[in-house]
């Protein structure tokens, strides 16, 4: 949703100032070499990559975007107010602006020559999104431990989360404890988290607007499983809270 949003909006448009706010969002960049790479310049395209955007500058060079846990680009048209946390802001000619907008400053602003190998050098793996399903059974086959941990490892599977992890494997019949997962589980797996993620862009991350037989809509404590009634059970793995269904998640 944010790649698109800012491809509509942030796009080919020639940057007319950049103002770091704070320089504690910056990585491995100075403030001074940001606005060097952008002033003056547009961003041409956008690519995505699990919780990470990359936007290109038509100089060849990308801004790279983390946006963390609480990290957003907002655009701003004219005159209108920016975000209460906004850690950088980019003036665009004609009154728009793009601002990152960061409560707890988990993201990261930073330049790249290729985003290829900036996300190889940091052993992020491929896009939820973007995977194959050859890809994402060679990844996930083999393991001893939990399924669930190996949903949220960023090296294995990039932008997952732990709620859309929670929902595919929902949707899946699988238990997030589940270990050594045949090929045919793994399979419907893949097939879940394509349709999960697909659903929840195509209802902008609402909620309200998941199909009832979603488990995400119902993910509270005491509240019953939307297949079969059953109490949906809550438990730690790894340090994240799980929702699942002891019914008809199978171990
Ligand atoms: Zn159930």
Redesign the pocket.
């Known amino acids: 949703m944010a790649r698109r949003l800012l491809e509509a909006r942030a796009l080919h448009q020639k940057i007319r100032a950049i103002d770091v706010r704070d320089s504690r969002i910056l990585n491995s960049v100075s403030a001074q070499d940001l606005e060097g790479a952008l002033a003056g310049r547009r961003l041409s395209s956008a690519i995505r990559h699990g919780k990470r955007l990359f936007l290109q500058i038509d100089s060849g060079l990308w801004l790279a975007l983390h946006l963390g846990l609480t990290g957003w680009p907002v655009i701003l048209e004219k005159g209108s107010a920016e975000p209460r946390h906004t850690r950088l802001r980019i003036d665009f000619e004609g009154g728009a602006a793009l601002a990152f907008d960061d409560l707890r400053i988990f993201g990261e602003v930073g330049l790249t020559a290729s985003p290829q190998d900036f996300l190889a050098r940091r052993g992020i793996g491929p896009d939820a999104l973007k995977m194959e399903k050859e890809a994402f059974l060679a990844a996930m086959s083999g393991r001893k431990g939990k399924i669930k941990p190996a949903l949220l490892d960023q090296g294995l599977i990039a932008g997952l989360g732990n709620l859309y992890a929670d929902e595919a494997l929902?949707q899946s019949?699988i238990c997030p404890q589940a270990r050594s997962l045949k090929r045919e589980r793994l399979e419907a797996l893949y097939s879940a988290i394509q349709e999960v993620l697909r659903t929840s862009l195509a209802s902008n991350a609402d909620f309200e607007k998941l199909p009832n037989s979603y488990l995400l809509p119902h993910r509270r404590p005491g509240e019953a499983?939307?297949?079969?009634?059953?109490a949906?059970q809550r438990i730690k793995i790894a340090g994240r809270t799980s929702y699942y269904?002891?019914?008809?998640?199978k171990k």
């Open positions: 929902f019949g499983c939307p297949w079969d009634g059953t949906l269904c002891p019914q008809h998640q």
